[in-house]
Each structure stands twice: as structure tokens, then as C-alpha cells.
């Protein structure tokens, strides 16, 4: 997500795929240190949303389409 | 003679330069400052709406059906709140069930819904320092997702991220009670759309 912007595409590949992997791994931990938190949308129970947030690359669902970077959170006044 | 007086301003001069010396290096910088060329960007309507149109896809795909509607219809979304007792340590809904309504780019207010009152409002931004088109705001339906993610990935975090302030601070209560009666309509209206089969088109709940 950014502003002006809305959602860009970062990064995509395929976690069979080694070379893939390394790759989303390095752009993951980018966005990390750049301060960013990740997210992905998941499906529970009867049908309801929500967010589960990652902290480390493990943390992905392997069955997760996408991870969602976004600004972290800050005390608003 | 002449040469007496300039000798005199030389003195004065070398006296005064202590005093002198940082106004002029002032008046330099400022003048630099303001020679210096800052990259402008220069607000357009056409690619915050574009921005905003891909945020609005982006929350849609992300959230469920009943939420996608309740923000197309309303401007906001219900989140129910996880935590036993309540959004601060059980302090304030005293174990009743309690929700979240999420504005964009306002506080989030945390209610109980069996009696539609206000808790608290919980003053939470998203900024990117980054502030790649000279704002650091996320459009709309971004900072819609942002707090529902955070909301419903870890609500603990966020509430002790946010500053918490008691009703009314942003919020006129006025309005979010008024809020909380249109919710309650389009739900009643939504139930008689899906009797009927037809739950997918948009409510009017206007009065």
C-alpha cells in the first residue's frame, strides 16, 4: 500500500521454485526492515475474514496467494 | 583624518563581527534556501481517485462479503473485538460482547453492540514516512484494510499501539450513535434482501 498509489506489486514468484523462494525471502525481509508490517488475508471459520500477521517469513501460509505489506501502526493524536 | 576613521570602522567592525557575523551567514542561508529548487508534487485529483479505486479492490478482495457492503453502503466496517473481556483488559465491557467500527482515516471506536455504547475511540494512523506523492496518507479503503488487518490479525497490538481516548474526542458520539442506528437498519434490511434472495445489492439507509 502507498500513498497516492494505492496497492503495487512488489515481488511474485513461485515457492516450489528455489531461486523463487530466496528471492520472496530477501524482498520479505525488505519490507520488514523498512519498517513495514505483513499480513495475509486468510478464510476461517464459516466463512470469516481476517488478517493474520507475519512476523517472519515462516509465518506465510504455504498456501497464501499473497502477502500484503503495509505502513506499521503509529499513536494517531 | 581619513585614515583615522577608517582605522575606527575597522576596530568597530572587528569589535561587532562577533555579533555581525551568524546574521550574515542567516541571511545567506536563507537566501540559498530559498533559491534551492524543492521537487514539488503537485496534488492530482485523477491519481488519488485511481489510487483510491485500487484500494477499494484490494479491501473487497480481502474482506468478506457482509464487510465489503457494510463500507460500500456505509463508510465503515464492523469488527468484532476477540479479546474476553473487552477492548482494554475487560475494564470496559465488563465481558459483554463488544466491536470495533472502523473509519477511514478517523479513530476506531470500540462499542457494545447489545447496547450501542460508546467505549472508547482509539486514534491509530498508518503513515509512510516514505511520502512518495508529498502525503503520507494512504488512500481511504487503504487505511480501511490496514486497521482491519491489524484489527483482526492482532487487536491487542494495535489497541496498545493507539492512543485511547474516551468518546467524543474526534468523534462527534452524535454521529456515531446515529452510525450505530444506520447499522442496525441496513442489517434489518440486508435480512429481508437475503429472504428474498437478494442480498448483493446496495442499501439505502438514509432516513
Known amino acids: 500500500m502507498k500513498p497516492g498509489h494505492g496497492e503495487v506489486l512488489i515481488a511474485e514468484g513461485d515457492l516450489d521454485t528455489a531461486e523463487d523462494e530466496q528471492r520472496l ?19 476461517a471459520r464459516a466463512g470469516k475474514r481476517e488478517a493474520l500477521m507475519l512476523r517472519t517469513f515462516e509465518d506465510i501460509p504455504r498456501d497464501a496467494d499473497r502477502v500484503i505489506f503495509f505502513p506499521r501502526a503509529a499513536g494517531g493524536g | 583624518m581619513l585614515l583615522a576613521l577608517a582605522a575606527t570602522t575597522i576596530v568597530a567592525l572587528a569589535l561587532l563581527s562577533h555579533l555581525i557575523a551568524p546574521r550574515i551567514e542567516q541571511l545567506w542561508t536563507r537566501h540559498r ?11 492530482d ?8 479505486q485500487r484500494a477499494r479492490t484490494l479491501l473487497r478482495s480481502c474482506v468478506n462479503e ?25 475494564r470496559d465491557a ?27 475511540e482509539y486514534c491509530v494512523a498508518f503513515p ?7 502525503s503520507a496518507r494512504l488512500p481511504d479503503s487503504d487505511d ?5 488487518m491489524a484489527l483482526t490479525g492482532d487487536e491487542r497490538r494495535l489497541i496498545a499501539t493507539a492512543n485511547m481516548h474516551l468518546p467524543g474526542r474526534q468523534l462527534d458520539p452524535v454521529q ?7 447499522l442496525s437498519r441496513w442489517e434489518r434490511a440486508r435480512m429481508r434482501n437475503d429472504a428474498f434472495g437478494d442480498s448483493s445489492k446496495p442499501i439505502d439507509t438514509a432516513p
Do not use: C
Open chain 1, 25 to 43: 525471502i530477501e524482498e520479505f525481509r525488505r519490507q520488514l526492515d523498512a519498517g513495514l508490517w505483513a499480513a495475509v488475508p486468510l478464510t
Open chain 2, 33 to 43: 534556501a530559498r533559491r534551492r529548487r524543492v521537487p514539488s508534487v503537485v496534488y
Open chain 2, 45 to 52: 485529483p485523477g491519481r488519488e481517485l485511481r489510487a483510491e
Open chain 2, 66 to 90: 457482509e464487510e465489503w457492503a457494510m463500507y460500500r453502503d456505509l463508510g465503515f466496517i464492523r469488527v468484532w473485538g476477540s479479546q474476553a473481556g473487552g477492548p482494554d483488559d475487560g
Open chain 2, 94 to 120: 465488563h465481558g459483554a460482547p463488544y466491536a470495533y467500527l472502523i473509519y477511514p482515516h478517523r479513530p476506531i471506536v470500540a462499542y457494545v453492540p447489545q447496547t450501542h455504547r460508546l467505549l472508547n
Open chain 2, 128 to 134: 509512510d514516512d516514505a511520502a512518495p506523492y508529498g
Open chain 2, 144 to 148: 480501511v484494510l490496514a486497521k482491519w
Open chain 2, 176 to 182: 456515531v450513535s446515529r452510525d450505530l442506528w444506520r
